[in-house]
């Protein structure tokens, strides 16, 4: 039951704006479809009956309820296949289009969507609960009944262009907050990266000088290549990756064949946007607690995969574990800075999961990232 209505509460969010990838099942965005038909129906009645002063009567609650509220199913199915199909062929752009600002446009968009599904689940509910027991047909003179269906719909096309005004401009507002939020946060990652990278070139100068100064060469060109991605807002996994693969190099340089290292993506991850340094925390971690602990050479993978309409990067090592003593113990501020940023950023849309490599071994860390393609 919980799941249940974690799940609803999740499609609520965006039921009432088109989406080309939703992060919940179909059966939950048709049960809420039924629900709002059913809630529709219920105020409808209530307004006819209070006009009717009819409202007393059991009789006519029972006589006209599986009417109205049968109309208003079948209303609220046109509704949700017409706006399923739209977001399924119409093309990003336009479902970009629709979620901006409120404008004439966009209003006039779904007011004349509205009145067409209006229309036609009329027409729909007529000829299907006409022919129910206890019902007959009724005429309906079109200057009686489409007349009023059309100007309601416009009523409250205005009501809604109104209403989806005032909630993008919320938005707009709670975005910028949150945004300043993010980069407050984001600033805190760029000192964690250049004191632990300078921490290694200190190290290397007293006994490896060559070594020491290769490193602060790559170091140096690492650094005015990430610098813009540093104080970007978004950056595309394969600007990521790239920068990824020099700080790898670097720590190549610095532990020679005791590490050694792979990249992953596909051509659909790579191409996807998302916040700056969000994967090379999790290989320093990999690094700096998993295999400098150790001897023997160790490896860390990385990979970026899409499924499901979510992006899926995982770090993993063949380290110590989590459960290894530490020379060093860590105060957890990178990985708790990721989390900040995802919240921030994506809601309870995106997760940061640490666990063992594998359940069968105490050795090895696996971190894994899931992030909607579509914020």
Known sequence: MKHLIATLRLARQDFFKLRKH???????MWVLTVYVSLAWGLGMLAVTGLLGQQLARPSWWLEMGPGMFGTTLVIG???????????????????DWTNGEPGVGVSLFFGLTSMACVAVGLGVAYLMLGGLPGMTKQGWPPDLSWGPVAVASVFFSVIW???????????????????AE???????IEPHFLFNTLANVRGLIDFAPKEAAEMLDAFTEHLRASL????????????????????????????????????QADDGARAVMLPPLLLQPLVENAIH????????PGHVSVEARTAGGQLHL??????????????RSGQGVATQNIRERLATRYGDRAALRIEPASPQSSRGTRSSLQLPLHP
């Not at 262009?161 to 945004?179: D, S, V």
């Not at 807002?233 to 693969?245: A, I, M, P, Y």
């Not at 607690?289 to 023997?296: A, C, I, S």
């Not at 995982?314 to 020379?327: E, F, R, T």
Request: hydrophobic share 40%; with cysteine.
């Open 22 to 28: 939703r992060n919940v099942p179909a059966w939950s």
């Open 77 to 95: 199915c046109v509704f949700h296949t017409t706006y399923s199909l739209i977001e399924r062929l119409a093309p990003q752009r336009f479902i």
């Open 161 to 179: 262009g109104l209403w989806a005004w005032q909630e993008w401009h919320e938005e707009q507002l709670k975005r910028q907050a949150k945004e």
């Open 182 to 188: 993010l980069r407050l946060l984001q600033a805190q």
């Open 228 to 263: 813009t991605s540093m104080r970007a807002e978004t950056v595309s996994l394969d600007t990521e990756l790239t920068l990824l693969g020099h700080y790898l190099r670097l720590m190549q340089l610095r532990m020679g064949d005791r590490l050694s290292y792979s990249i």
């Open 289 to 296: 607690h998993g295999l400098e602990p150790q001897v023997e």
């Open 314 to 327: 995982i770090v993993q090592d063949n380290g110590v574990g989590l459960n290894a003593p530490k020379p």
